[in-house]
């Protein structure tokens, strides 16, 4: 379940009503698009793809000695996956992300790795992107080098149905290669194959995933009073003179999700309008309770420049008491506690004290950190930035100042040449 509180935020309820003709609007010209791929929409229906399920499922079956994955990808390629992994890995396996172009760790890993336990996934929708390739050309020596002919089964694909260098290695190669749907966008791929392949190699509860964003889905579509995206794409839009958007999740296993969501949001959002106007707020995450001696000074006391997000579990998977230690005494007010009651006390006292600083501030409550609950939350988050593009007259499915870069990278390494 995922749950809005806005205690601290009175008058909302006023304002949902206020905009309520905007926000109807919105959803339907996004809803408008759908039928076009070229609007890259598609990443709504795939909560209910469930063949392309089944073949991960069988390919992870088929390859039961696997001991460490290996997944070369940047952005949108490893964000969302890296999230997940690192909060559901239950399977044992171990996993590595090549999500960078510094030498040393690579070489580091290598010198790790036993190429006969190991399976390497490159991810990249176009096929090209520059640190994916660099990284699968040093990968594909290694595996060539200790392997021979074998290498094949150690290398999958995930790239574009039909287009691209990627696609065309596979093939030539006669490599297994998984689809990203067309109109599907990086940043919003989480639940196509760039996630679902190494969740299952993590042994993760995919259908529960799934299940929880077609929950997203649903309430998304729901009458406005139940629609959560918009409801919160409401709080952001009301909020956009505030240039800071700090995303600050109550768990550890999910210490990757705000970094997953600033590329979501920033890369979705920061864009010149229609009207030729720059808009867009910079996304900041933030991990509690470790932030609460990082960022929490600041973000209490510092400019009231900021929106602040908390996403709090209400309850634990599992939960450990605090013992009662002799000599120990200092503590006692700790002893027979556990401690998710000390990290639930200190994010409604996070909470609390924020508003109280002045700051504004809402919170996301989680049932508890499930595959169910966090697919809910990922899908409905990318609900929530499809609909502030139509409220800030942005294409959210686009990132034209990425692609410069990307250019100017290339024609700087030609001229080095």
């Known amino acids: 379940m995922l749950r809005l509180d806005t205690r601290y935020l009175p008058g909302f309820s006023e304002a949902l009503e206020a905009h309520r003709e905007a926000l109807l609007r919105a959803r339907e010209s996004l809803l408008a698009k759908r039928g076009d791929k070229a609007q890259m929409l598609g990443w709504m229906d795939l909560p209910e ?8 499922r069988r390919y992870r079956e088929a390859n039961p000695w696997v001991e460490d994955f290996v997944l070369i990808g940047i952005g949108g390629s490893a964000l969302g996956p890296k999230a997940l992994e690192a909060a559901f890995n239950e399977s044992g396996v171990r996993f590595h992300y090549l999500d960078h172009v510094e030498p040393e760790p690579i070489k580091r890993l290598l010198r790790t790795l036993d190429p006969r336990k190991t399976l390497v996934n490159a991810v990249s929708k176009s096929g090209s992107t520059a640190e994916t390739l660099a990284g699968l050309a040093v990968f594909l020596k290694w595996l060539k080098g200790h392997l021979g002919e074998d290498w094949r089964r150690h290398l999958v694909v995930t790239t574009d149905p039909k287009e691209g260098p990627l696609r ?69 839009h009301l909020h956009r003179h505030l240039p800071v958007h700090v995303f600050m999740v109550y768990s550890e296993r999910l210490s990757h999700l705000p970094s997953w969501f600033v590329q979501l949001h920033d890369e979705s959002l920061g864009k010149v309008n229609r009207q ?8 900041v995450p ?12 600041l973000f209490r006391e510092g400019p009231l420049d900021k929106l602040l997000a908390l996403v709090i579990p209400e309850t634990p998977l599992e939960d450990l008491e605090i013992p009662e230690v002799e000599g120990l005494e200092a503590a006692s007010f ?80 030609r001229q080095e040449g």
């Open 276 to 283: 030729g106007q720059r808009v867009g707020t910079t996304a």
């Open 334 to 413: 700790l002893f027979g506690k556990s401690f998710f009651q000390l990290l639930k006390a200190e994010a409604e006292a996070t909470y609390q004290a924020l508003a109280e600083g002045g700051q504004r501030v809402y919170a996301l409550y989680l049932s508890q950190v499930s595959p169910y609950a966090v697919g809910w939350l990922m899908q409905h988050l990318m609900w929530q930035t499809a609909f502030l593009g139509e409220l800030w007259g942005v294409n959210a499915f686009d990132q034209p100042g990425v692609e410069l870069g990307k250019r100017l990278t290339l024609a700087l390494l």
């Open 168 to 236: 065309a290695f596979a093939e030539r190669e006669g490599l297994k290669a998984f689809p990203i749907p067309k109109e599907v966008g990086g940043r919003f791929s989480v639940l196509s194959p760039v996630g679902l392949l190494p969740l299952a190699f993590a042994g993760a509860d995919l259908d529960a995933l799934l299940m929880g964003a077609r929950k997203a889905n649903e309430t998304a579509l729901a009458p406005l009073e139940e629609s959560l995206p918009l409801k919160t794409a409401l709080l952001l």
């Open 286 to 297: 933030a991990l509690g309770p470790k932030d609460q001696h990082a960022q929490v000074q």
């Open 49 to 56: 793809d469930t063949e392309t399920l089944r073949e991960i």
